[in-house]
Structures are given as structure tokens and as C-alpha cells.
T-cell receptor
Framework: RKEVEQDPGPFNVPEGATVAFNCTYSNSASQSFFWYRQDCRKEPKLLMSVYSSGNEDGRFTAQLNRASQYISLLIRDSKLSDSATYLCVVNPTGGGNKLTFGTGTQLKVEL | NAGVTQTPKFRVLKTGQSMTLLCAQDMNHEYMYWYRQDPGMGLRLIHYSVGEGTTAKGEVPDGYNVSRLKKQNFLLGLESAAPSQTSVYFC????????????FGQGTRLTVV
């Protein structure tokens, strides 16, 4: 089983739609969780951290379910500019604060 | 503020040639990482460093070596390039703390023919 698993998509949604991505992780002792965004042929950039209580940043909501070991990202009122690959990232316990990346979920927002 | 800078951005190598990729960060971060990204595989950790003078193996270290002689620089070396090393390489740096954000360089597109 991969340490971090995501549905690769692509998710094709119309502008204005709400879309949700899930991600599962295998290491129950993992401490930190993030969503990164990667545009085509660009470097990944932090979208938001994921906290146990859930957190929101504008149209984006992230949730963590430790019991089921999954993380979710909800995007409301999708914009064309949201088209990108969304990477689920987990910081497992252990040295080096290594970040383990999922393979990413591709989102395409269409007119 | 430059952040994380990778050089070169593109390179074509012949099988068996060697090269070094340079990563430089100006944020005084302790942690630095080298990842490779292949289609359908996501980012896979090659090597990482928790501080000046230290290095450790990641998920896919074979065929690569690294050095961190200065805190701000993290070098990735390919001693004898193979076509399987054709990939996009990303360097990242991160400060202390599990919640710290990782900052990435723009990537190096390497093709081995």
C-alpha cells in the first residue's frame, strides 16, 4: 500500500461547481498534513495546511479524519484558474521532517 | 528574495555522462530535499539533508549522490547517467517544525539519451 494515495482524476467540472478530493494515508502516526497545488510544468506550491479541527481559506476547505486516516479538500465556486493538480502531502513521524507526496489529483474547470 | 534556485533548468545528457544539479536557498532553512517527478508517480524523495554536513537516503537514492557542504546549498550528482534517470528534478527547502511550508525550486528537466 502506498503511503499516500489519491484518485488521479482528471476531474472535469463546470465553472461554479463544487468539487471534493480525498486522500488516504497509511501511517497512523503522521503528524502534519498539507495540500499543495502544482500547475502544469511548474513547481508545487503550498495551498493550505490541514488541521484536526478543519480549516477554511476562502473557497477552499480542508478536513482531516485521523480515525479513518484521510484528508479532504473542498473547492467551492470553481474558477477556471483552479485548474491544476492538487497534491496531498503528509509529514510522517521520524527524522528529517520528510514530506511524502501523493501522486496528485488533476482538476480541469471548464466554461 | 530569490527563495530556492535550481541550476540548470534543462539538460540533455548521454548515457554514462555525469553531472551535478545545484540547489541554493536564501531562507536559512535547515532542511533540504531532492525529489524526482515522473508521470503517474508523483514526487519521490531521492535524498535529503537535516543540516549542513548531513545527508540521508530517501525513497529512490540509487544512482545519485548528494552533498551539503554549506547550509544554503544542496548538490545532487549523477555519476553515470542512465535513461531511467530522465525526469524532472525538484529541490525543496523547509524550516524547523512539522507545520513548516516547503518551498520548491523551479525544477530541472533532465533527459538522458
Amino acid at each position: 500500500r502506498k503511503e499516500v494515495e489519491q484518485d488521479p482524476g482528471p476531474f472535469n467540472v463546470p465553472e461554479g461547481a463544487t468539487v471534493a478530493f480525498n486522500c488516504t494515508y497509511s501511517n497512523s502516526a503522521s503528524q502534519s498534513f498539507f495540500w499543495y497545488r502544482q500547475d502544469c510544468r511548474k513547481e508545487p506550491k503550498l495551498l493550505m495546511s490541514v488541521y484536526s479541527s478543519g480549516n477554511e481559506d476562502g473557497r477552499f476547505t480542508a478536513q482531516l479524519n485521523r480515525a479513518s486516516q484521510y484528508i479532504s479538500l473542498l473547492i467551492r465556486d470553481s474558477k477556471l484558474s483552479d485548474s491544476a493538480t492538487y497534491l496531498c502531502v503528509v509529514n510522517p513521524t521520524g527524522g528529517g521532517n520528510k514530506l511524502t507526496f501523493g501522486t496528485g489529483t488533476q482538476l480541469k474547470v471548464e466554461l | 528574495n530569490a527563495g530556492v534556485t535550481q541550476t540548470p533548468k534543462f539538460r540533455v545528457l548521454k548515457t554514462g555522462q555525469s553531472m551535478t544539479l545545484l540547489c541554493a536557498q536564501d531562507m536559512n532553512h535547515e532542511y533540504m530535499y531532492w525529489y524526482r517527478q515522473d508521470p503517474g508517480m508523483g514526487l519521490r524523495l531521492i535524498h535529503y539533508s537535516v543540516g549542513e554536513g548531513t545527508t540521508a537516503k530517501g525513497e529512490v537514492p540509487d544512482g545519485y549522490n548528494v552533498s551539503r557542504l554549506k547550509k544554503q546549498n544542496f548538490l545532487l550528482g549523477l555519476e553515470s547517467a542512465a535513461p531511467s534517470q530522465t525526469s524532472v528534478y525538484f529541490c525543496a527547502s523547509r524550516g524547523f517544525g512539522g507545520e513548516a511550508e516547503a518551498f520548491f525550486g523551479q525544477g530541472t528537466r533532465l533527459t538522458v539519451v
